[in-house]
């Protein structure tokens, strides 16, 4: 299937470069010419203006939005949906807000163009690893586009699907039509509320660990523990193995200290979607509620364990400190 693919950064490149390797025809568009002329020495051609980016898609078109949330998927929905023609297809798989999802699908519907929103899980390593998809869209919206889902998506590898899971459907294979229009973001908004409390559970534990040879501690009870061999430890039979420990391992094995962490967390908006959720839907979330407030905090005071969550964050996704302001 031939797919337009917007925004070059860290995922939108490596997603084009998936697809192009499992035979699909990718048209690349992003406003730096050398991204562009780099992809174009992969095999994949591509543009730096939006009407000579229409020009190469044939209709029906299928244009795959990947740029930060907000403004800039609001502005270039508006400036790529000016040049296209009822049946063609556009999904934005960055992390939208949901309800911007369905207004957005709302008013492209009059003009007879297709919405669909993917919540995308994968960060810097779906290249090779694959990504998790969550999807919103109509049925008929979603069998047009499998062919896509499933050459992005990890697939079943060797993990037998669970047992006395119905047969069929996709999820064992790493995508899901998981409801109409916004369905996709709703998802992927509560996954990452749950990846926030995941990641402060882990940087608490090790935070704990760490101070574990506290002087305010009895001589006898002080123990000078090796957090990098710990968590490589977990990532083995243990019940808290994880991939985020994996990264943690990583972490820890390249700066056993972090100290090329100052501990400032950035949120990038889907915690504070999912507590407003939580809040509408009257639903107790005590401790995702509790991870996003402590990102707050971690932009005036850091500990060892907000080291750990920045030292997660860049391991999967590439996400850089933002230094405190002054």
Known sequence: MQLGMVGMGRMGGNMARRLTRDGHEVVALDLDAEKIAALAKEGIQGATTIPEFIALLKAPRVVWLMVPSGDATESMVNAVAAHFEAGDILIDG?????????????????????????????????????????VGADPQVF??????????????????????RAPGGT???????????????????????????????????FDIMKNADSKALPENIRYNLNLGEIAELWRRGSVVSSWLLDLSAIALSDDPALDSYA???????????????????????????ASLFVRFRSRQDHTFAEKMLSAMRKQ???????????
């Open 171 to 205: 999820a064992h294979m790493g995508y899901l039509h998981a409801g109409p229009v916004g369905a996709g973001h709703f998802v992927k908004m509560v996954h990452n509320g749950i990846e926030y409390g995941l990641m402060q559970a882990y940087g608490e534990g």
């Open 263 to 289: 501990g400032y967390v950035q949120d990038s908006g889907e915690g504070r979607w999912t507590i407003m959720a939580a809040i509408e839907e009257s639903v107790p979330a005590d401790v995702l509620t």
């Open 94 to 134: 960055g992390n939208s807000y949901f309800k911007d999802d369905v207004r957005r699908a709302e008013m492209l519907k009059p003009k007879g163009i297709h919405y669909c929103d993917v919540g995308t899980s994968g960060g810097v390593w779906g290249l090779e690893r694959g990504y998790c998809l969550m």
């Open 143 to 164: 069998a047009h586009l499998e062919s896509i889902f499933k050459t992005l998506a990890p697939g079943q590898g060797d993990v037998e699907p669970t047992h006395g």
């Open 316 to 326: 999967f996704g590439g996400h850089t400190e933002r230094p405190a302001a002054g």
